[in-house]
């Protein structure tokens, strides 16, 4: 028919054609619009946390007007080191602030007045006091940490328009902290207190300190169990293993345990390490360990991939001269494979370091307010500190979750840029 | 600590080990001509001597620590008087607690029964005697492990042979790790699944359509026995895993699609690993996102239009899982249709196809095995997920599939039965492992589904 009527037909895919086309462009529309999408996915996330987190980084500070005199402190005339430390700060700030601003009668106002100073103060004060004995007797302007509502205010995160009942800064606070301002007596700095102290009740005096230093012994945990174990665990696979039953079975279970979730390893924490073998709860040891068995299929296949693409004439020309198999692999192969492994391990590292969900299993996720002095101390790491202060209901802690979140991507993004930079130059050779 | 001191002794030991070893060799081969009459080199007797003498003490050392503290808590309590043995676990666990605590000083003597105070001197001693003993043991192993290996020393011992024999064996034990791990999770999941099903009937479990595991603390309460049905939360699991999957799914795969089939080599070199950062962003990341931004977000949008949303809606963290999963879906993806033959391909477009026709009619097809592989792949990561669910999915169990609602999901259950103070024993904690037992299995059965669909794909294009 065709040969009768060729014309026929080709009029008939031409009159398609525009149709199809428009399908075509279509089609190629629906993928743009896709990736677009995992853009802009990508995008909102990281805006939303930087946004939220970098007020977090500042932190301000009131300039108050404080009596030091040994009446205001209730203390003798005359103290020593010992009378100094123990003397009324707390009280000392208070009667500043009602002496700043004298118009303040009943104890509900007292109180709102107060709530403008962190509870932080008073240590701060104290440790200035310690540290330069000459302010004691005399008034003294001083820097006092502000409270975390307060701070917020400053910040400009909480405006007047809201109704006076929706809002935890109240108008007389607002009041005052503009009478504060006008007086340049408020002041922005950097949150170095972020990064050196513990975790805290008090938005404005909680740090990740504690939590970077636990996440540190974990992952030191992580790395001396997972690479050692994973790298002779992948010479075995890709050098030694016959072929038989039981190398599969260990190659399946490998396979297997790369796509079991997290949590299922806590478990195994849990009932094993810590009720079986009674090592400590909240420990990094046991959270290294548990990480390690989780990171170790990653390690593994890595490996094997790096390790096999080493080239035989390497191994051959080892042999050649008469080294055992045990020497070339050691003296020669592993060498060669070793940014590549490298890359690989980084990669499993930065996986334990963003993981959470098997640490709750373990017990790490207590209050911790001291920075851990070991691997059996009790301690939480920076994931479990971002979960736990996502949970707080203090509107201070948001900003700081977003700040903890920003620092561990940073990390993480530290670390995957080493394993790119490692794979960049091992692709060079 | 005691523990690193051993362990330092042990190292030193070793080293003295290997030092003594090498010497020896040198000695008995300067008997018989020299260094050349010796079958290996003289550091790998020394290594043959230093193996000797850590494998064995450090095994004994491993295992002393393991059992350490429960020989000395039976002791212990062994002495304890008659009632207390009678008691039940639990009670004599706290018993031998108040010791081991007024034992270290961290708790007062007039909390304490004057049977305790005496055993905390029996604990003092039992840990005193202990450690000496594991210092002395250990180091007496070691010596005479690499006295044994010294003595063997001739020039004809095939010392390196030896040396590599043993270290074969230690390869073989590092990966047999993986195997063992396994092992150790279905072992532990599964006895405690047991204890579980002893006082709850697995039928309760399977087909209950309650879970309230919180009110079976005390007996007498009415809802005791009926409360540890499972349904409500698999359907919540499946509930949010599925939002998950309809949102990574296509934006994965037509993602995979555009990159592989349509982009220049540059944007499909820069996007890709952008969208791989997706991938690497902590799951506590996006419960944060989830809580605190997406799932106000949804409430909003639905009450503008009339709908009511509950705060924590299966919808928000489903739509956060999802955009989670997208890089899984679209590195899975773009392998497998990379993997599909060019003749293929190139068939269809010279009988004049388009190229969305080539991928919807002939590429997807033949990729139809891998992308099914994919995405059962994706589906048991979506149901393993934690942290997100935790973070913005409710707590209580509810049988339903309205994404609007708040649902929970087995992960979550799991994490608040085991956070927090826990008595081991009760259903309460047990219920978590049978939950746990119930995630690897599932999750198991997807993966070993997904890997022999993707393996029997492959094969059939190579």
Not at chain 1, 232 to 242: G, I, N, Q, R, S
Not at chain 1, 314 to 331: C, D, N, P, W, Y
């Amino acid at each position: 028919m065709s040969k009768q009527n060729p014309s026929r037909e080709t009029e008939l895919v031409r009159a398609s054609l525009k149709k199809r086309y428009a399908r075509e462009q279509r089609f190629q529309w629906y993928g743009r619009i896709a990736v677009m999408l995992g853009f802009v996915f990508l995008f909102i996330l990281l805006a939303d946390i930087v946004t939220k987190g970098s007020p977090a980084f500042t932190q301000q500070y009131l300039k108050i007007p404080v009596d030091l005199s040994h009446d205001a402190l209730d203390l003798g005339e005359l103290p020593n080191e010992q009378e100094l430390r123990r003397g009324d700060y707390s009280g000392a700030i208070k009667s500043s602030l009602r002496d700043m601003f004298p118009e303040v009668k009943n104890r509900s106002q007292k109180k709102q007045l107060y709530r403008l100073v962190s509870i932080g103060g008073e240590y701060q004060l104290r440790d200035a006091v310690l540290a330069n004995p000459s302010l004691f007797g005399g008034p003294v302007d001083v820097w006092l940490l502000a409270h975390s509502e307060a701070a917020s205010y400053l910040k400009g995160q909480i405006s007047r328009d809201t109704p006076e009942i929706e809002r935890r800064v109240k108008d007389l606070q607002m009041d005052w902290l503009d009478r504060l301002q006008q007086e340049g007596r408020t002041e922005s700095r950097f949150n170095f207190l972020f990064f050196t102290s513990g975790d805290s009740r008090e938005p404005e005096l909680a740090g990740i300190r504690a939590a970077l230093v636990g996440s540190f012994y974990t992952l030191m945990v992580t790395f001396l169990v997972a690479f050692p174990i994973g790298v002779l665990a992948a010479v075995y696979l890709e050098e030694f293993a016959p072929r038989n039953r039981l190398t599969d079975l260990i190659e399946i279970n490998i396979n297997n345990l790369a796509a079991v979730p997290s949590i299922v390893f806590g478990l195994l924490g849990l009932a094993v390490f810590i009720n079986f073998f009674e090592l400590p709860r909240s420990a990094p040891l046991v959270g290294g360990i548990v990480l390690s068995l989780m990171t170790l299929p990653t390690i593994i296949i890595t490996s094997r991939a790096a390790i096999g693409a080493v080239s035989p004439s390497i191994r051959e020309a080892s042999m050649g001269i008469g080294a055992s198999k045990l020497q070339t692999v050691f003296h020669h192969v592993l060498p060669v494979a070793m940014p590549g492994i490298l890359t690989g391990s980084i990669i499993g590292m930065a996986q334990a370091l963003g993981e959470s969900a098997p640490l709750l299993m373990i017990g790490m996720v207590a209050f911790i307010m001291d920075v851990p002095g070991g691997v059996t101390d009790p301690s939480t790491v920076l994931p479990v500190q971002i979960f736990l202060w996502a949970d707080s209901p203090e509107r201070g802690f948001t900003e700081k979750t977003s700040a903890a979140i920003m620092v561990l991507m940073g990390f993480l993004i530290l670390m995957n840029a080493l394993a790119i930079y490692l794979r960049k130059r091992f692709e060079l050779k | 600590m005691q523990t690193t001191t051993v362990f330092l002794v042990l190292a030193a030991l070793c080293f003295a080990s290997f030092w003594a070893g090498r010497q020896r060799s040198r000695l008995v081969a300067a008997a018989e001509g020299g260094i050349r009459s010796l079958h290996s080199l003289p550091k790998h007797y020394g290594y043959m001597a230093a193996l000797w003498a850590g494998l064995p003490a450090a095994a004994l050392f491993l295992a002393w620590l393991a059992l350490e503290g429960r020989v000395i808590e039976a002791q212990v309590v062994a002495q304890a008087p008659a009632e207390i043995q009678l008691q039940s676990r639990e009670e004599i666990g706290l018993y031998y607690n108040q010791v081991v605590g007024y034992a270290t000083g961290q708790a007062d003597a007039n909390m304490l029964s004057p049977e305790q105070v005496s055993a905390a001197s029996t604990y003092q001693q039992a840990i005193a005697r202990s450690r000496t003993m594991k210092l002395f043991l250990v180091s007496l192993v070691a010596i005479a492990g690499a006295l044994l290996a010294i003595r063997r020393i001739r020039p004809d011992l095939r010392a390196r042979n030896h040396v590599e024999g043993i270290f074969q064996g230690v390869l073989f034990a590092c990966s047999f790790i993986a195997v063992l791990t396994t092992l150790g999770i279905v072992l532990s999941v599964l006895f405690e699944a047991i204890r579980f099903f002893r006082e709850i009937p697995l039928t309760d479990f399977l087909f209950g359509l309650q879970w309230s595991p919180q009110m079976a603390i005390r007996i007498d309460q009415v809802a005791a026995s009926g409360s540890f049905g499972f349904l409500p939360l698999l359907v919540g699991t499946l509930l949010i895993s599925t939002v998950a999957m309809l949102i990574a799914v296509p934006v994965g795969l037509l993602s995979a699609i555009y990159l592989s089939e349509y982009a220049s080599r540059r944007f499909r070199a820069v996007s890709k690993p952008v969208l791989e950062i997706l991938a690497g962003v902590p799951t506590v990341v996006y419960g944060f996102f989830a809580a605190l931004t997406v799932a106000p977000f949804i409430r909003q949008l639905g009450e503008s239009i009339g709908l009511n949303v509950a705060s924590e809606s299966a919808l928000a963290a489903g739509i956060v899982m999802g955009i989670m999963i997208i890089p899984f879906v679209l590195s899975l993806s773009d392998d497998i249709i990379n993997a599909v033959p060019d003749t293929l391909r190139e068939a269809s477009l010279g009988l004049g196809a388009t190229n969305s026709e080539t991928v919807i009619r002939v590429l997807l097809p033949a990729a139809l095995p891998g992308i099914v592989g994919g995405v059962l792949l994706a589906a048991s990561r979506a149901i393993g997920e934690t942290m997100i669910v935790v973070m913005a999915a409710g707590l209580s169990a509810k049988l339903t599939v309205n994404p609007l609602e708040a649902v929970t999901t087995i992960t979550v259950q799991i994490v608040t039965l085991l956070v927090g103070d826990q008595e081991f024993d009760s259903p309460k904690t047990l219920a978590a492992f049978a939950l746990g037992l119930v995630l690897f299995f599932v999750t198991l059965l997807l993966n070993v589904l997904a890997l022999y669909v993707v393996r029997r794909y492959r094969e059939q294009y190579e």
